[in-house]
């Protein structure tokens, strides 16, 4: 399985910009997505989830209302939409995988068998 992100890049505070995963060596379809961040000094930490269809969408706390996740299972593609950007959402982006089909893991690291090599995202004040 690999894992493709792309799309960060520097921003202004308030601005938007569009996260892409591209997924290959696996159906697609059939497993959930997620987006992490890290921010320097810290810990991974979970962004939003969502399950193999679409259906069920999750975020954390400090993003609800700002980002949302989405997905087209005909590109193999999941999305991460973030909008009115702050300094603190500065971070390497990760997108993430679970080992196992129909699974929804949401924020258990530890279930993501499979990573993005991550995208640096920049919001400046």
């Known amino acids: 399985v690999q894992l493709q992100a792309s799309g960060g890049g520097l921003v202004q505070a308030g601005d938007s910009l569009r996260l892409s995963c591209v997924s290959s060596g696996r159906t697609f379809s059939s497993y959930g997505m997620a987006w992490f961040h890290q921010a320097p000094g810290k810990e991974r930490e979970i962004v939003a989830a969502?399950?193999?269809?679409?259906?069920?969408?999750n975020y954390a706390d400090s993003v609800k209302g700002r980002f949302t996740i989405s997905r087209d299972n005909a590109k193999n593609t999941v999305y991460l939409q973030m909008s009115s950007l702050k300094p603190e959402d500065t971070a390497v982006y990760y997108c993430?995988?679970?080992?196992?089909?129909?699974?929804?893991?949401?924020?258990?690291?530890?279930?993501?068998?499979?990573w993005g090599q991550g995208t640096l995202v920049t919001v400046s004040s």
């Open positions: 993430a995988a679970p080992g196992r089909p129909y699974v929804y893991v949401f924020s258990r690291i530890n279930e993501y068998a499979h």
């Open positions: 969502i399950n193999w269809s679409g259906a069920t969408t």
